[in-house]
C-alpha cells in the first residue's frame, strides 16, 4: 500500500487498520507512518482553520505490522484560537504512541522573523543514494528515497555532528499535494544521526520527537525534493539528542524537529 492509501484508509475509518509489513522498520511499524496516522485522526477532531503547530510523539513501544492498531483521540481543551488534542495509539489493549498536537488559527502580530537560510548542498542527481536492499535496509524504504550530501551513511564510522541531504516518496506515488502527514513521514524517514558515527550494524530508535511546522504548509507535489539537515547535539550513555530541519529544495522552511534517540551500541 502507498502512503496515500494508508492515510486515505485512517481518515476513512479511523478507529483501526493494520499497518502492512513492507511499511516495517525491523520489528517495528515506521515510526514517520504512525505518527502520520494519528495525526490525521487527531486533524479530523480540529476546526479546518485551525492548522498544526506542533506534535510532541512518543513512541511507547513498537507498533507491530500486520496486527490491528486503532487510534483513539481526546480534545483536551479548545480556546478561541488555539486546541490541544490528545492522540493514543493502542495495539492489543496497550499504549505504544502517544502524540500531543496544538493546532492554532492564524492572528494578526506585530511579529515577523525570517528564517536562517538554507544550507547549500549538491544536486540531488549528484548524490549518493541509500538504495533499498530487501533483507538489508528496512522495508519501508522501499517507499522513500535518501540521497546523501553532508555527513556519512549509517555504520559508516563518519564522525561528524551533521548529516543530511534530499529526501522525497518513491516507488508507485500518486502524485498530490504534501501535507503535514508527508512532512512526517519525510523527516523520520532519515536514520538517527549516530548511526554513522558506528562502523558495525546496531539498532537504534526514536524515543521521543518533537516537531514544529510552518504555516501555511509550502505548496509541494509528492514528487519533489525536499532537504534535510540534522545535527547531533550530545550523545552519551546510549542516548542522543539531535536537531533538524525541512526545507523545500528552493530554500523554503517546512520544518523543526527535535529528537531523543536510542543506540544498542
Not at 490525521?40 to 490491528?68: K, N, Q, W, Y
Not at 504548509?217 to 525536499?226: A, Y
Amino acid at each position: 500500500m502507498r502512503f496515500s492509501d494508508l492515510l486515505d484508509a485512517v481518515r476513512r475509518q479511523p478507529l483501526e487498520l493494520s499497518i502492512p509489513a513492507e511499511w516495517a522498520q525491523g520489528r517495528a511499524s515506521f515510526g514517520g507512518l504512525v505518527a502520520a496516522l494519528q495525526f490525521e485522526a487527531m486533524r479530523a477532531r480540529v476546526p479546518a482553520d485551525r492548522p498544526v503547530r506542533s506534535l510532541a510523539i512518543t513512541f511507547v513501544g513498537p507498533v507491530e505490522p500486520e496486527v490491528p492498531v486503532s487510534f483513539e483521540v481526546e480534545v483536551l481543551r479548545e480556546g478561541k484560537a488555539v486546541s490541544q488534542v490528545l492522540g493514543r495509539a493502542l495495539q492489543k489493549g496497550q499504549v505504544v504512541t502517544l502524540v500531543q498536537g496544538s493546532f492554532g488559527a492564524s492572528r494578526p502580530s506585530a511579529v515577523a522573523v525570517s528564517a536562517n537560510p538554507a544550507p547549500d548542498m549538491k544536486h540531488w542527481d549528484d548524490c549518493q543514494e541509500l538504495p533499498y536492499v530487501k533483507g538489508v535496509t528496512p522495508e519501508f524504504m522501499r517507499h522513500l528515497a535518501m540521497r546523501w550530501s553532508v555527513g556519512g551513511l549509517p555504520f559508516s564510522g563518519n564522525k561528524s555532528r551533521e548529516m543530511g541531504g534530499w529526501v522525497r516518496l518513491r516507488g508507485d506515488v500518486k502524485e498530490e499535494a504534501v501535507t503535514e502527514s508527508h512532512l512526517l513521514a519525510l523527516v523520520d524517514a532519515w536514520p538517527p544521526s549516530l548511526l554513522p558515527h558506528l562502523t558495525q550494524v546496531a539498532m537504534g530508535s526514536t524515543l521521543t520527537w518533537t516537531i514544529e511546522f510552518v504555516q501555511p504548509v509550502v505548496e509541494l507535489s509528492t514528487l519533489d525534493w525536499c532537504k534535510y539537515l540534522v545535527e547531533t547535539e550530545h550523545a552519551a550513555d546510549g542516548y542522543g539528542h539531535a536537531a533538524a530541519n525541512l526545507w523545500s529544495a528552493d530554500g523554503r522552511l517546512l520544518a523543526m524537529s527535535r529528537q531523543t534517540v536510542t543506540i544498542f551500541a
